[in-house]
């Protein structure tokens, strides 16, 4: 009870915690305490409530549905003292003839009481706001003990005399009392729902399966009983599939009649068990079986791929094939021996070729041997013209020059590896394929890492041997690291010192598509930087473009030009 308003009187109930009361004041809960009494409710047991009825009606009473409508906002914290105003006001009705005709009391002609008075001008106040009469203390202490039968004996909660129109308040209470036998017409309504769904299912269960139906094999309609079966189908002779035969692993009959007896499909859903029941409505194709092989002992073969060289050109492509199965099977019945290829191989293709840039004036510009003291100024002439570039660097020599390295990276070239020391020791310093096979590996590796240490990122699989030394077996023992190993179309011979002219009418030699091969170490760079000078601006007049390895490998598709050279060199060998 600690919600309630300190002004609500112990032991009522206060409508406020009561959503229906609250919500729909009752005859009980409209008394007019507040606006008799003009200052709250009215303390219990006192019978001043009555007094300042009697006056206040008297005095004001067409004030009164105001006050009717105000206490109706008030109502929720009367709480006792309305029924106190009510039951004083049924004490009053006593001196009436009857509770029942206290409406008609101010109509007599007879001296009145002052209570009876009182009474009169209360009725007349109440013909308009409907609201009870206020009790005594007296009656209201006798029906507080008599309880709420005492009370209902004496008070008929709903006089018809006095109803009017908007009395729907205390009728729309019964509501609860008539709701009650639902529960019951809630469990009979589930029994017939459990009963009408039952009577549905069966219905449904009868309609999707009769006793005989319609279906279709074969494209024709027939009426089947429930129950059969592809199997029966078959037996009633609906329809005659040919069996399949029992073959040799080379595909030779051996017994006929003896493969699958029939394919099957029900709806489209391929069907393997004859026991497999149709129904209303289904489509049904029943068709030939199929041959079964004998047993066989089957020995699994590896087919190693073969390496091929194809092709001319700069781009030299590594194209790793991959190993094939051969599956020989000898048959138990027929003792005869087949081979059949399981996974075909793929060869090793060395594939060369040179990049076909369409209409694209494109050229890649190549400085091998790099970093060096003069890439600063090499750099700064291919910024001076936007030109990119791609560096074949030399790894141990990348640590050295971080600076230049890095403008490299931001400046948007290419960077990859020309091998770690170029095949320094046992390569001669210029021949990979001089070196073992773990040499070969590691220098390219170690480039590569020395790249990425630098650039970040994948470690790049396009690269330049050394002297271009570049054949036979290396180019399998390094192909897991490298996908491409880049030549050139036009060598510039710059490393000889031949002149800057030279120098720049080698580059200008080139077309579209080439890879012009310069130094940016190794030597006096002052030739080559002195020749891209002469030829660059001469170059992007003719409306050459400068491209890096990566954007000109990006022009064609390795693997299928090699297919088709594959295909052109079996054709020409099957020629001759
Ligand atoms: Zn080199």
Redesign the pocket.
């Known amino acids: 009870m600690h919600e309630e308003p300190s002004s609500t009187p112990a032991g009522s109930h206060n409508p406020r915690n009561n959503p229906r009361q609250h919500k729909k004041p009752t005859r009980r809960s409209a008394a007019p305490t507040q606006h008799l009494s003009g200052s709250g409710p009215a303390p219990a047991g006192s019978n001043h409530a009555a007094q300042s009825a009697a006056a206040s009606t008297a005095g004001s009473p067409s004030s009164a549905p105001q006050g009717r409508q105000r206490h109706e906002v008030a109502a929720s914290s009367l709480g006792e003292s309305n029924g106190a105003a009510r039951r004083s006001a049924h004490q009053a009705s006593q001196a009436a003839p009857s509770a029942g005709s206290s409406a008609q009391a101010p109509a007599s002609s007879q001296p009145l009481s002052p209570e009876a008075a009182a009474r009169a001008a209360y009725d007349e106040y109440a013909a308009v706001t409907e609201q009870p009469y206020p009790g005594s203390a007296t009656a209201h202490g006798a029906q507080r003990h008599a309880g709420y039968a005492g009370y209902a004996a004496t008070n008929p909660r709903v006089n018809p005399a006095r109803k009017t129109t908007d009395q729907a308040a205390p009728y729309a209470d019964y509501t609860r009392y008539t709701k009650k036998p639902k529960k019951k017409a809630g469990i009979v309504s589930v029994i017939l729902t459990v009963v009408i769904l039952g009577a549905i299912g069966a219905g449904v269960f009868l309609y999707l399966n009769p006793p005989s139906f319609n279906t279709v094999v074969n494209g024709m309609t027939c009426t089947v009983d429930s129950g059969t079966t592809v199997a029966d189908l078959i037996a009633d002779g609906v329809v005659s599939p040919e069996p399949g035969n029992l073959v040799a692993v080379d595909g030779e009959v051996i017994e006929e009649g003896k493969g699958t007896p029939f394919t099957a499909t029900i709806n489209g859903e391929e069907v393997v068990d004859p026991a497999t029941a149709v129904h209303k409505n289904d489509t049904v194709q029943i068709s030939a079986g199929t041959d079964i092989m004998e047993d066989y002992d089957a020995k699994t073969v590896e087919k190693k791929p073969k390496t091929t060289t194809l092709g001319e050109g700069a781009i030299h492509a590594i194209i790793t094939g991959e190993s094939g199965t051969v599956e020989k099977r000898t048959g138990k019945i027929s003792g005869k021996t087949v081979k059949e290829v399981t996974k075909p191989v793929v060869n090793n293709t060395y594939f060369s070729y040179n990049a076909n840039t369409g209409d694209d004036k494109v050229i890649a510009l190549t400085f091998?041997?790099g970093p060096w003291p003069t890439t600063n100024e090499l750099l700064d002439v291919l910024k001076e013209y936007d030109v990119k570039a791609t560096f074949f660097t030399i790894g141990e020599q990348i640590a050295d020059y971080p600076d230049a390295m890095k403008r490299e990276v931001k400046e948007g070239h290419q960077i990859t590896t020309?091998t770690w020391d170029?095949a320094s020791g046992s390569g001669n310093g210029v021949d990979l394929t001089l070196m073992s096979p773990e040499e070969q590996v590691e220098e390219v590796t170690k480039g590569q890492e020395a790249v990425t240490s630098v650039t970040g990122g994948e470690a790049p699989t396009a690269f330049r041997a050394?002297?271009g030394n570049f054949h036979d077996d290396i180019i399998w023992n390094v192909a897991p690291y490298v996908s491409y190993e880049i030549g050139w179309n036009v060598d510039t011979e710059d490393w000889r010192t031949p002149g800057a002219d030279v120098i720049a009418d080698r580059i200008m030699s080139a077309k579209s598509g080439d890879i012009v091969l310069m130094h940016d170490g190794?030597g006096p760079r002052t030739q080559t930087i002195e020749a891209l000078k002469i030829a660059l601006p001469k170059m992007i007049e003719k409306g050459y473009k400068f491209v890096t390895i990566d954007e000109l490998l990006a022009y064609d598709d390795a693997k299928a030009l090699a297919e088709e050279a594959q295909k052109a060199q079996d054709a020409q060998d099957a020629a001759e």
């Open positions: 091998d041997d020309h170029h050394p002297g190794g």
